[in-house]
């Protein structure tokens, strides 16, 4: 069976349609299709069914993309084992603003112990733009936020979002209505604390909308708002506000997400090994 045929069905099921994992392996949606006729030839089976507008596995489907995601693995192990970063390679890595302070330098440190004189090209947006890069070729792996359970990359870490202030901030007090510092409406933080504040009937104002963290953490330090993000992004200034006023937020996980154009060296299982080093 044609691996560069698997590696599309992966890409497929990994970026959730035939359009992106075009974009990712700098194909048009419909040789992306041809290639999943050539692959149903081979199996001799049908993997696809329509669904409204889109592609749907069948339940061979999902079975073939189990053995891929093997075979395609065995076949990185080769790789690695024969290849492996050469020293000094160079890995674009992309990363939300909201973990760079926190996650980055942790990340960093880790692959460069495991890949010596590593070098790193850093790109920094919010998870939508980093998706948009990797599309583009430009970054080769990047960390983004995804809903629990979502088949996106590999799983890195579990997270939520919580409410914070400056630490001993009386922000009932100060703030009426409540002033708000939030990343941008892409942000599922966004859009789950404004919902949820127009729900319970509190009167807030929308202060200030940017997708740099360190700005929101000036103005919080400032008293001139409060803001949610991820509980992993807050520094040593903030503190998380347990209050029944404001609405709970959802949880998310932070994956690896590689681009199909990423190089040879740069294998699931190198950053399954990553991650594993990280969750340690």
Not at 103 to 119: C, G, Q, S, V, Y
Request: charged letters at 20%.
């Amino acid at each position: 069976m044609d691996t560069e045929l698997l590696k599309t069905l992966v890409a497929i099921v990994d970026h959730g349609s035939f359009q992106r994992a075009a974009m990712q392996t700098f194909r048009t949606p419909s040789a992306i299709s041809m290639q999943m006729k050539r692959l149903e030839e081979q199996a001799g089976t049908q993997l696809f069914v329509k669904q409204g507008r889109e592609q749907a596995l069948t339940e061979d489907g999902q079975r073939l993309v189990h053995y891929a995601r093997r075979i395609l693995q065995l076949q990185e192990q080769a790789l690695m084992s024969l290849k492996g970063p050469q020293q000094g390679a160079l890995i674009q890595l992309g990363c939300p603003n909201d973990y760079v302070a926190n996650l980055l330098p942790l990340i960093m440190t880790t692959m460069e112990e495991m890949a010596p004189r590593l070098r790193f090209r850093i790109r920094t947006g919010t998870s939508i733009e980093l998706r948009e890069l990797m599309d583009k070729g430009e970054v080769d792996l990047a960390l983004v936020t995804r809903s629990p359970g979502s088949d996106e990359g590999l799983a890195l870490y579990q997270d939520k979002g919580v409410w914070v202030a400056k630490k001993g901030f009386d922000w009932q007090a100060s703030l009426s209505p409540v002033n708000l510092a939030m990343y941008e409406p892409g942000c599922k933080f966004h859009s789950s604390a404004i919902d949820g504040l127009q729900k319970k009937g509190v009167d807030y104002h929308l202060y200030c909308v940017t997708s740099n963290l360190a700005l929101i953490e000036s103005l919080l330090v400032a008293e001139k708002a409060i803001s949610a993000i991820a509980s992993v992004s807050i520094s040593d200034q903030l503190e998380v506000i347990e209050s029944d006023v404001l609405p709970s937020l959802p949880s998310i996980e932070i994956a690896f997400s590689r681009s199909a154009s990423a190089p040879e060296w740069l294998t699931v299982k190198w950053i399954e090994e990553v991650i594993a080093k990280l969750q340690s």
